[in-house]
């Protein structure tokens, strides 16, 4: 069975775990809107607006801020064949259209990909990555980051991520005007008011945490697809200890420039091994993605 109209295999277990993280997402919006209106009364009307308006902004025009940021550019096949022929083949064997195909002058080796559907796709990679990986790992990562693009991955996230934004404005609009209040009266709806940031910042703790989740499983899910649609996932397996391994050779400086977009990359360009920094984390293991690719290199390999 295919996601998206593509043939990008689905993954029920990782769909379900998914679709539960983004329902407990959704609850957060919803305890956090009653909130403001139990507690706000008039002017939260205004603040749903304001937030409504935040969220158009960023639903639409995040992406394109991103990929600019990372300084993608969009190459024509003459200027970067390999890469060109690469996605031509895995949209073929997708059934997909093919997205506007970029490359970022850096020496981090990674890809990511940006657009909130098909139509409005980017699938970029570093000069690093296409230096140092062969043609079959190359194309493993540009099938992960295709799966990103089928699944609308960019755009779940950026709905998800959301929540962080709405409770940040939420929590210093209450906190002005419950100290605004405070200062002329000291009526219960001003202090419950201050109350507000208190409740903000929670939603906005654990959303963090739920979205990070949501985050892990899309990345689990797209090493699956891209394994399976290509057939190889010796292959991705391959590129992810190449470009894992390769990291610790880039300058620190280069790295922490990469690191505010790790949730875009194929790679973070920093990955903690300790517990509490794999909870903040927007990408599983290595490990547990080459365990992942193991199995299912095991699977295709039976008669």
Known sequence: MSRGGTRYASDRGL?????????????????LVGVLVAVLHGAW?????????????????????AAFSMGAREVSPEEAPELHGAIDRICALADMPKPRVAVARSDVPNAFATGRSE??????????????LE??????????????????????????????????????????????????????????????PLVSAVVYAV????????????????????ALLTG?????A??????????????TEDLRKAEPYNAFYFVPAFASKQSLGRLFSS?????????????????????
């Open 232 to 236: 190889r996932p010796s292959a991705l």
């Open 238 to 251: 391959s590129a992810l200890t190449k470009v894992s391994g390769q990291m610790a050779r880039i300058p």
């Open 119 to 132: 139509r409005t796709a980017l699938v970029c990679a570093t000069s690093g990555l296409l230096r140092r």
């Open 283 to 303: 990408h599983p293991t290595l490990e547990q993605r080459l365990d992942q690719l193991g199995r299912i290199a095991a699977d295709l390999s039976r008669p």
């Open 135 to 196: 043609p079959e790992e190359l194309e493993g990562v540009l099938a992960h980051e295709m799966s990103h693009v089928a699944h609308r991955d960019v755009a779940v996230m950026t709905i998800a991520s959301f929540l962080g934004v709405l409770a940040g404005l939420i929590t210093r609009i209450a906190l002005w005007g419950g100290l605004s209040r405070n200062n002329r009266s000291n009526d219960p709806i001003g202090v419950a008011l201050l109350l507000i």
């Open 45 to 65: 009307p205004i603040i749903l607006i304001v937030a409504g308006a935040m969220f158009v902004a960023q639903f639409w025009f995040s992406d394109r801020i």
């Open 15 to 31: 769909t379900t775990r998914m679709v539960t993280t983004m329902f407990l997402i959704g609850l957060l919006y919803v305890v």
């Open 207 to 226: 959303g963090f945490l739920l979205t990070r989740l949501l985050s892990r499983y899309r990345e689990l899910s797209a090493d699956r697809t891209a």
